[in-house]
Nanobody
Framework: QVQLVESGGGLVQAGGSLRLSCAASGRAFSMYAMGWFRQAPGKEREFVARIRWSEISTYYADSVKGRFTISRDNAKNTVYLQMNSLKPEDTDVYYC????????????WGQGTQVTVSS
């Protein structure tokens, strides 16, 4: 089992920055990858970024490429999402997730943290 707890969300003006954190416990070290997703009410969950635990490998959605950076601290079992140049359309609930294998399916999810970008 893996437990994920997100933090760092909040209200920010357009053009501003936020850093989200995802603290992982349990068997997080055995996970294949960690990801960030986002979802607005009534909309489908959207992939944002992914990082591998065991190598420096990252992948981003086109909508955030160049503005968001995913990183990890293995010693702290924590994954971060640095969000710069935020836009009102980035307003969503952001979720951290963990994948056991390379299939693309994420097996564990956090409770989410709200990010609101005002224009």
């Amino acid at each position: 089992q893996v437990q994920l707890v997100e933090s760092g969300g909040g209200l920010v003006q357009a053009g501003g920055s936020l850093r989200l954190s995802c603290a992982a416990s349990g068997r997080a070290f055995s996970m294949y990858a960690m990801g960030w997703f986002r979802q607005a009410p009534g909309k489908e969950r959207e992939f944002v970024a992914r990082i591998r635990w065991s190598e420096i490998s990252t992948y981003y959605a086109d909508s955030v490429k160049g503005r968001f950076t995913i990183s990890r601290d293995n010693a702290k079992n924590t994954v971060y999402l640095q969000m710069n140049s935020l836009k009102p359309e980035d307003t969503d609930v952001y979720y951290c997730a963990a994948a056991r294998g390379p299939s693309g399916n994420y097996n564990y999810w956090g409770q989410g943290t709200q990010v609101t970008v005002s224009s």
